[in-house]
């Protein structure tokens, strides 16, 4: 579903590609977290939109690695002692403050959705040693769509333009790419700090759209090749992409966009300054290509042409030289090959001592473990419905609790089909055994991606960063015994492949402190991304427990109960000696099949893998996600420590008791009759989870009790960097057994009937920064109507005149960057421009005519107020109230109003999406009533008008959130119908609703209201 050559948006069927690509930006991100965490996922999305001809980047994934946090006023047992830092290099905490936002704002403004990730948090001494991450693994990645016909790049013929679009060169970032090669603190300390990049997100948007217009001209399209700029900058880009295309070049140093004049020719040309691509263009398709940059409102210069010779020359008019004059081949030929000679060192392994251990406390401590806890003050900052093509994010269940482990995505708007992801990392175990922390997160990213409906092993495919302290004694060799377990051994054993992957081999912090020196090495950190295509959304699964009765819980265990570097061994201060590992790869094989049968016979009731904390943490998070107990039976002669936090491989699945000899049979068939067990029931009379061995009470504990405690380090982390009584808040209701979502219907949701005559015109306006244009566009056009691609830039030199159109639709994004206030550098491009405020006040004027405003679109049209009739009165929109982007699935009632858009709808209850960073409605007088005709407003699990939070995310008065002009015909909300109309958007939808869910009532209404 793109835009056509005609300017309307069209479906064509055609198979497509997945893009998967997955990076570290480790350094920057110490240095300065929140621009290095942006960085480092604009990179990545860079790297996507720069595949073959051009791809679209689509969803993403984060992860961060840190050393202790030591929250203040919450430091835990296991945190005691600190070792120090160097003063150039944030504290865990700060990282986790700012990188996250970093990352999650750059994913936010350009317009991709991340619905995966992970957070690992470990800090040890071994044999004198000091293991941590002083220096982070920040992780970015993610999965986008390539059309088959663009995914190689072409020669580059002789005279073809060579190009760079996108932001500036200015004087950050230099030395980045060496910079992140050396151990932390080994290097220049002011060089540290200039190796840092800025992002900004808007410019690559920007740049985006550039590639995707060019992407829906297909083999027409005029890009030849394409580089994304990163590391080493234009010095490293442009030879590649020359090198690719098999053509040498002469290039103009000066023709490089400049912010800063001062910069010498190898600041110009080495600069890493961000959200920059080169490529290459045929000359005779230069003017269509500058034409569709200048649509865009995206920079773009020739900087010189291909040549023939094997020659890299690049000319300084300014100077008068030449700062570059070589052969390419001997830039980028071949380099000498390293060798390395490295000898293990073997660790002093002393078994885990538990004789002073209460096994309640130990329960309790590991659920307050960061790797164990509750992630969602790093979940809800970030947008995870741009684009509408989300089916599974993070959250789970009515009361939306993070504890999905599988992204899945739509492959469109249409059709049952898509992609999931799953990470797998369990670098902790690489202290005791390097090879079997390998094989573990393969282990980890499949039973996680298991989740998905993936139609054959085969269809996996792996991508493996790899983090070790190269040079460091024994680092060397645990890097090769870990390479060697992965790639060697247990994929082809698998049938899976790793076509992609990284190193980053500095993971070394060293510093003096009192004339000491002092270091602290991370341990071998193997991180694997797993990507497959899905057969059918539908039967995706969820660690939400049914409620329905006599059910029963399996435990499929590939384990031998192993604790070494457990959390459990962690949070009492030891490692252990006994490794745990996948001794068996036919098991996990075995598994997959098993899975695959239980999924076509339709067994399963909830499904979630045994990671981090082991067996209690799998049961514990389950139960959250439900608000139901369970009564579990340890088997007779089992350690009970082993058995409930041993963190080996293994799933716990719940299905029908009735069923349970098929179980036994189809477990015994795919060869796992030893390793699958009932272990317990679900209960959802209560909420607890009681467990018990040959009789006898093992624990006992309330769900809510162990929710609070699980949920607590996300929430202190929260009151540190957000507002931090809407954080109090937050925890007040945390294990409420209230369902905050929940629907109540006023009609019967339908999809629309396919209409015949002359359709109505939509405008799908957008400005530059806007980046939910398409998912509006698939709304309307669903509803029956021609959408049509409608920028400013059209507007202001007549290529669309809004007279031709019957409605206007303004989505979300981030016009201009929201440096003049949301939605108001927007407002301002209209109301400055003579023609432009003519042409949309008599837009509005004209009673046949419909206006949808959308979160960035409903900011823009609030600040229209003044040429909307019957808008006078309409609210401006500031900072939530939280001082956060807030990003989640909300309560809502559609309100009685004369609005065309909501006709019939009035008393309708239904959760629906928001995701926005300025969403408080500021009334005059701060009286909602006095602002016009209002359409929405969030509500708590009572169906009362929200005034707490996160019921009412932003702050809105009496949960104000959607409104009207007193006509009915222009409409104003924050949240985002457009990206639930069907109920395979929505992480999580009631039971009872089909295809349609109620918010597809709109669109469907602005069709009927123009009939």
């Given at each position: 579903?793109?835009?056509?050559?005609?300017?309307a948006?069209?479906?064509?069927?055609?198979?497509?590609?997945?893009?998967?690509?997955?990076?570290t930006h480790?350094?920057?991100t110490?240095?300065?977290?929140?621009?290095?965490?942006?960085?480092?996922?604009?990179?990545?999305?860079?790297?996507?939109?720069?595949?073959?001809r051009?791809?679209?980047?689509k969803?993403g994934?984060?992860?961060?690695?840190?050393?202790?946090?030591?929250i203040?006023?919450?430091i835990?047992s296991?945190?005691?002692n600190?070792?120090?830092?160097?003063a150039?290099i944030?504290?865990?905490?700060?990282?986790?403050r700012?990188?996250?936002?970093?990352?999650?704002?750059f994913?936010?403004?350009?317009?991709?959705?991340?619905?995966?990730?992970?957070?690992?948090?470990?800090?040890?001494?071994?044999?004198?040693?000091?293991?941590?991450?002083?220096?982070?693994?920040m992780?970015?990645g993610?999965?986008?769509?390539?059309?088959?016909?663009?995914?190689?790049?072409?020669?580059?013929?002789?005279?073809?333009?060579?190009?760079?679009?996108g932001?500036p060169a200015m004087?950050?970032?230099l030395?980045?790419?060496?910079?992140?090669?050396?151990?932390?603190?080994?290097?220049?300390?002011?060089?540290d700090?200039?190796?840092?990049?800025?992002?900004?997100?808007?410019?690559?948007?920007?740049?985006?759209?550039?590639?995707?217009?060019c992407?829906?001209?297909?083999?027409?399209?005029?890009i030849?090749?394409i580089?994304?700029?990163?590391?080493?900058?234009?010095?490293?880009?442009?030879?590649e992409?020359?090198?690719?295309?098999?053509?040498?070049?002469?290039?103009?140093?000066?023709?490089?966009?400049n912010?800063?004049q001062a910069?010498?020719?190898?600041?110009i040309w080495?600069?890493e300054?961000q959200?920059?691509?080169?490529?290459?263009?045929a000359?005779?398709?230069?003017?269509?290509?500058?034409?569709?940059?200048?649509?865009?409102?995206?920079?773009?210069?020739v900087l010189?042409?291909a040549t023939?010779?094997?020659?890299?020359i690049?000319?300084d008019?300014?100077?008068?030289?030449?700062?570059?004059?070589?052969a390419?081949?001997?830039?980028?030929g071949?380099?000498p090959r390293m060798?390395?000679?490295s000898?293990?060192?073997?660790?002093?392994?002393r078994?885990?001592?538990?004789?002073?251990?209460?096994?309640r406390?130990?329960?309790y401590?590991?659920l307050?473990?960061?790797?164990?806890a509750?992630k969602?003050f790093?979940?809800?900052?970030?947008?995870?419905?741009?684009?509408?093509?989300?089916h599974?994010?993070?959250?789970?269940?009515?009361?939306?609790?993070?504890?999905?482990?599988?992204?899945?995505?739509a492959?469109?708007?249409?059709?049952?089909?898509?992609?999931a992801?799953?990470?797998?990392?369990?670098?902790?175990v690489?202290?005791?055994?390097?090879?079997?922390?390998?094989?573990?997160?393969?282990?980890?990213?499949?039973?996680n991606?298991?989740?998905?409906?993936?139609a054959?092993?085969?269809?996996?495919?792996?991508?493996?960063n790899?983090?070790a302290?190269a040079?460091?004694?024994?680092?060397?060799?645990?890097?090769?015994?870990?390479?060697?377990?992965a790639?060697?051994?247990?994929?082809?054993?698998?049938?899976?492949?790793?076509?992609?992957?990284?190193?980053?081999?500095?993971?070394?912090?060293?510093?003096?402190?009192?004339g000491?020196?002092?270091?602290?090495v991370?341990?071998?950190?193997v991180?694997?991304s797993?990507?497959?295509?899905?057969?059918?959304?539908?039967?995706?699964?969820?660690?939400?427990?049914?409620?329905?009765?006599d059910?029963?819980?399996w435990?499929?265990?590939?384990?031998?109960?192993?604790l070494?570097?457990s959390?459990?061994a962690q949070?009492l201060?030891?490692?252990g000696?006994?490794?745990p590992?996948?001794?068996?790869?036919?098991?996990?094989?075995?598994?997959?099949?098993?899975?695959?049968?239980?999924?076509?016979?339709?067994?399963?009731?909830?499904?979630?893998?045994?990671?981090?904390?082991?067996?209690?943490?799998?049961?514990?998070?389950?139960?959250?996600a439900?608000?139901?107990?369970a009564d579990?039976?340890l088997p007779?002669?089992?350690?009970?420590?082993?058995?409930?936090f041993a963190?080996?491989?293994g799933?716990?699945?719940?299905?029908?008791?009735?069923?349970?000899?098929?179980m036994m049979?189809?477990f015994?068939?795919?060869?796992?009759?030893?390793?699958?067990?009932?272990?317990g029931?679900?209960?959802a009379?209560h909420?607890?989870?009681?467990?018990q061995?040959?009789?006898?009470?093992?624990?006992?504990?309330?769900?809510?009790?162990?929710?609070?405690?699980?949920a607590?380090?996300?929430?202190?982390?929260?009151a540190?960097?957000?507002?931090?009584l809407?954080?109090?808040?937050a925890?007040?209701?945390?294990?409420?057994?209230?369902?905050?979502?929940?629907s109540?219907?006023?009609?019967?949701?339908?999809?629309?009937?396919?209409?015949?005559g002359?359709k109505?015109?939509?405008?799908?306006?957008?400005?530059?920064?806007?980046?939910?244009?398409?998912?509006?566009?698939?709304?309307?056009?669903?509803?029956?109507?021609?959408?049509?691609?409608?920028h400013?830039?059209?507007?202001?030199?007549?290529?669309?005149?809004?007279?031709?159109?019957?409605?206007?639709?303004?989505?979300?994004?981030?016009?201009?960057?929201?440096?003049?206030?949301a939605g108001?550098g927007?407002?301002?491009?209209?109301?400055?421009?003579?023609?432009?405020?003519d042409?949309f006040?008599?837009?509005f004027?004209?009673?046949?005519?419909?206006?949808?405003?959308?979160?960035?679109?409903?900011?823009?049209?609030?600040?229209?107020?003044?040429?909307?009739?019957?808008?006078a009165?309409?609210p401006?929109?500031?900072?939530?109230?939280?001082?956060?982007?807030?990003?989640?699935?909300?309560?809502?009632?559609v309100?009685?109003?004369p609005?065309?858009l909501f006709?019939?709808?009035?008393g309708?209850?239904?959760?629906i999406?928001?995701?926005?960073?300025e969403?408080?409605a500021?009334?005059a007088g701060?009286?909602?009533?006095?602002?016009?005709?209002?359409?929405?407003?969030?509500?708590?699990?009572?169906?009362?008008?929200?005034?707490?939070?996160?019921?009412?995310?932003?702050?809105?008065?009496q949960?104000?959130?959607?409104?009207?002009?007193?006509?009915?015909?222009v409409?104003?909300?924050?949240?985002?119908?457009?990206?639930?109309v069907?109920?395979?958007?929505?992480?999580?939808?009631?039971?009872?609703?089909?295809?349609?869910?109620?918010?597809m009532?709109?669109f469907?209404?602005?069709?009927?209201?123009?009939?």
């Amino acid at each position: 579903f793109a835009v056509g050559v005609s300017g309307a948006y069209a479906v064509a069927e055609e198979r497509t590609a997945i893009l998967m690509k997955v990076e570290t930006h480790n350094h920057p991100t110490a240095i300065s977290p929140f621009p290095g965490a942006a960085t480092g996922s604009g990179g990545e999305i860079r790297d996507e939109g720069a595949t073959g001809r051009g791809g679209k980047p689509k969803a993403g994934l984060t992860g961060f690695s840190v050393s202790h946090l030591r929250i203040p006023g919450y430091i835990q047992s296991w945190e005691s002692n600190p070792y120090g830092k160097p003063a150039r290099i944030r504290s865990a905490l700060d990282i986790m403050r700012e990188g996250p936002l970093g990352a999650a704002a750059f994913n936010n403004e350009f317009g991709r959705p991340a619905i995966a990730g992970y957070f690992r948090v470990f800090e040890c001494d071994q044999d004198g040693l000091h293991r941590g991450y002083h220096k982070p693994i920040m992780l970015a990645g993610g999965l986008g769509q390539i059309r088959p016909s663009l995914v190689e790049k072409k020669p580059l013929p002789e005279g073809a333009k060579v190009l760079v679009i996108g932001g500036p060169a200015m004087l950050i970032g230099l030395g980045g790419g060496a910079a992140s090669s050396v151990a932390s603190g080994a290097g220049d300390e002011q060089l540290d700090f200039a190796s840092v990049q800025r992002g900004n997100p808007e410019m690559q948007r920007r740049a985006q759209e550039v590639i995707e217009r060019c992407i829906a001209l297909g083999e027409d399209s005029p890009i030849l090749s394409i580089h994304d700029v990163g590391a080493g900058g234009l010095s490293n880009a442009i030879p590649e992409l020359l090198h690719d295309g098999g053509r040498g070049g002469r290039l103009q140093l000066r023709a490089v966009p400049n912010e800063e004049q001062a910069m010498s020719p190898m600041q110009i040309w080495s600069n890493e300054a961000q959200e920059r691509y080169v490529l290459a263009v045929a000359a005779a398709d230069l003017p269509r290509f500058t034409e569709i940059c200048a649509r865009e409102r995206c920079p773009c210069a020739v900087l010189g042409e291909a040549t023939a010779e094997d020659a890299l020359i690049l000319e300084d008019s300014l100077l008068h030289d030449r700062p570059v004059d070589m052969a390419l081949s001997a830039l980028l030929g071949c380099p000498p090959r390293m060798e390395r000679d490295s000898r293990h060192v073997r660790p002093d392994l002393r078994p885990l001592d538990l004789s002073g251990a209460d096994l309640r406390a130990a329960a309790y401590a590991v659920l307050r473990h960061p790797s164990v806890a509750s992630k969602e003050f790093l979940i809800t900052i970030g947008d995870r419905s741009v684009g509408g093509l989300i089916h599974r994010d993070q959250m789970v269940g009515p009361w939306q609790v993070p504890v999905a482990d599988c992204g899945v995505t739509a492959a469109d708007f249409w059709n049952n089909h898509g992609e999931a992801m799953a990470i797998g990392e369990r670098a902790p175990v690489a202290v005791l055994n390097p090879a079997a922390s390998a094989r573990l997160a393969i282990a980890e990213a499949l039973t996680n991606l298991f989740a998905a409906d993936v139609a054959a092993l085969g269809d996996i495919k792996l991508s493996a960063n790899w983090m070790a302290a190269a040079d460091h004694p024994g680092e060397d060799a645990a890097l090769y015994d870990a390479v060697r377990a992965a790639a060697l051994e247990l994929c082809p054993a698998l049938d899976l492949a790793i076509p992609v992957g990284k190193d980053s081999l500095s993971m070394r912090t060293i510093w003096r402190e009192e004339g000491v020196e002092k270091t602290v090495v991370s341990p071998l950190s193997v991180i694997i991304s797993a990507f497959a295509p899905v057969a059918d959304l539908r039967k995706s699964w969820t660690p939400q427990w049914s409620a329905q009765p006599d059910t029963d819980l399996w435990l499929v265990d590939l384990g031998c109960g192993r604790l070494g570097a457990s959390i459990l061994a962690q949070t009492l201060g030891q490692m252990g000696d006994s490794t745990p590992d996948l001794d068996a790869p036919e098991w996990l094989r075995g598994l997959f099949s098993a899975l695959q049968v239980l999924r076509m016979q339709e067994l399963v009731l909830a499904y979630h893998d045994r990671s981090d904390g082991g067996l209690w943490a799998t049961l514990c998070e389950m139960s959250f996600a439900s608000r139901c107990g369970a009564d579990i039976q340890l088997p007779s002669g089992a350690d009970s420590w082993s058995f409930l936090f041993a963190e080996e491989p293994g799933v716990v699945i719940q299905t029908p008791a009735a069923q349970r000899e098929r179980m036994m049979q189809i477990f015994a068939d795919a060869g796992l009759a030893g390793r699958a067990q009932v272990i317990g029931q679900v209960k959802a009379d209560h909420w607890r989870l009681q467990i018990q061995q040959d009789g006898q009470s093992v624990l006992k504990e309330a769900g809510a009790d162990l929710l609070r405690v699980w949920a607590e380090t996300s929430n202190r982390m929260q009151a540190l960097r957000d507002d931090p009584l809407c954080a109090q808040e937050a925890f007040a209701v945390v294990a409420s057994e209230d369902a905050p979502l929940f629907s109540h219907l006023s009609f019967t949701p339908q999809m629309p009937m396919i209409q015949t005559g002359v359709k109505p015109r939509v405008a799908i306006l957008r400005e530059q920064g806007v980046n939910g244009q398409i998912e509006m566009a698939a709304a309307f056009h669903r509803a029956g109507f021609t959408a049509v691609d409608v920028h400013m830039s059209d507007l202001a030199a007549g290529r669309h005149r809004l007279p031709d159109f019957q409605a206007m639709a303004a989505g979300g994004g981030f016009s201009y960057g929201d440096v003049l206030g949301a939605g108001a550098g927007w407002a301002k491009s209209i109301l400055f421009h003579d023609r432009l405020r003519d042409d949309f006040a008599a837009f509005f004027a004209d009673t046949s005519r419909l206006a949808l405003g959308v979160c960035n679109g409903c900011q823009m049209l609030a600040e229209l107020r003044d040429i909307i009739p019957g808008a006078a009165h309409w609210p401006r929109f500031a900072r939530n109230r939280s001082e956060q982007f807030e990003a989640r699935l909300a309560m809502v009632e559609v309100v009685d109003s004369p609005s065309l858009l909501f006709a019939g709808m009035a008393g309708t209850y239904a959760p629906i999406v928001i995701a926005h960073g300025e969403g408080r409605a500021h009334f005059a007088g701060d009286q909602p009533g006095s602002g016009g005709p209002v359409t929405m407003r969030f509500v708590n699990a009572q169906g009362q008008p929200a005034v707490q939070y996160p019921a009412n995310p932003n702050g809105s008065p009496q949960g104000v959130t959607g409104l009207c002009n007193e006509d009915g015909r222009v409409s104003i909300l924050m949240p985002h119908p457009e990206r639930v109309v069907r109920s395979l958007q929505m992480s999580w939808r009631p039971p009872e609703w089909g295809e349609a869910t109620p918010w597809m009532q709109i669109f469907v209404n602005a069709r009927k209201a123009l009939e």
